[in-house]
């Protein structure tokens, strides 16, 4: 199955926000006709600007895709559909069931939760199959992760195949789960993160500092199940699990669940404040984007 793309089947964003108008950027520097449906109030030139800043750290020429303010014009000829809304299921919900409803019938439709699951987006849309979660990691114009879920394996396989001759690396959940997969292990080392705050075992950048110049400099070239495999020596994860399961087994019974309230979201702010105020949110984000850039160059292409 092909997903033809062309100028006259353009690929469709719904949505412009913040991982929208990265994918925007993203498609159009490697040339993809893209048609991006905005409605709101905010002004179509915001929009373009928001799509334009993406493209120095894609070393690529600015690129405008085509604003438009119908959802039925908009989808009507794509045969893929990024659906880019807000992470609310109600909201996705009946999007997806609207935009099914305009589009063609072999029409598939990309939903970019981070969260939610695709038995609960498809419910009551009218070809359940045609829809797959495909969730990018943010910044999606520099991350090459692509989370696919979907329940027609043939679809699941092109809408991979699609996202890897883009240059992005896809994974196939085999089932469903909230969070997916990244994101999960994600909150989990947030939680611990949190927890350690909590107890005053550290502060919020030394914190940091623990996993950016620790093992976050393994995990940019390494997984956690080859990290540890790796840790076993020449004996590999035989060895790891026979001389330090236990020690695995002992570190899990001492994370905790930190207690979310007005306290901890009160020193958290503070934390990240104290550590990171001086530099506006646009700066961090510039530096962010450097650093990734200068860090994909280094590793090996996606295969």
């Known amino acids: 199955m092909s997903l033809g793309l062309s ?22 520097s490697r040339g993809l006709p ?39 014009e908009a989808v009507a000829d794509s045969p893929l559909i990024l659906e880019c809304a807000p992470e609310n299921v109600t909201l996705k919900r009946q999007l997806i069931a609207e935009i099914q409803a305009y589009a063609g019938s072999g029409a598939i439709i990309a939903s970019n939760t981070s969260s939610l699951t695709h038995s609960d987006l498809t419910l009551g849309v009218a070809s359940p199959d045609r829809v797959v979660i495909a969730h990018p990691y943010n910044p999606p114009h520099l991350v090459p992760l692509v989370e696919i879920f979907g329940v027609d394996d043939s679809i699941c ?50 914190i940091d500092r623990a996993i950016t110049d620790g093992p976050g400099l393994r995990w940019a070239i390494n997984g956690p199940f080859l990290t540890y495999h790796l840790g076993g020596g020449s004996g590999g ?9 236990e020690s695995q087994v002992y570190r899990w019974n001492s994370l905790g669940t930190p207690k979310v309230d007005d306290a901890l979201m009160a020193r958290i702010i503070e934390g990240v404040e104290s550590a990171y105020g001086d530099d506006s949110i ?22």
Request: charged share 25%; with cysteine.
């Open 34 to 72: 893209v048609v991006v449906y905005h409605h709101g109030d905010q002004p179509e030139g915001e929009v373009l600007e928001r799509i334009a800043a993406h493209f120095p750290s894609l070393g690529s020429p600015v690129r405008e895709p085509r604003i438009c303010h119908d959802l039925e």
């Open 7 to 28: 100028h006259d089947s353009p690929l469709a964003i719904v949505g412009c926000g913040t991982i929208g108008a990265s994918w925007a950027a993203y498609f159009l």
């Open 282 to 303: 646009d700066e961090h984000f510039r530096r962010r984007d450097r650093q990734l850039t200068s860090l994909l160059k280094i590793r090996p292409p996606v295969d």
């Open 237 to 245: 994860i035989r060895q790891y699990l026979a001389n330090l399961g």
């Open 157 to 206: 396989h092109a809408v991979k195949t699609f996202y890897a001759s883009q240059g992005k690396s896809p994974v196939v959940l085999n089932k469903e789960m909230v969070g997916h997969l990244a994101n999960r292990l994600s909150s989990a080392l947030w939680r611990e993160a949190l927890y350690l705050l909590q107890e005053g075992v550290a502060s919020v950048e030394d």
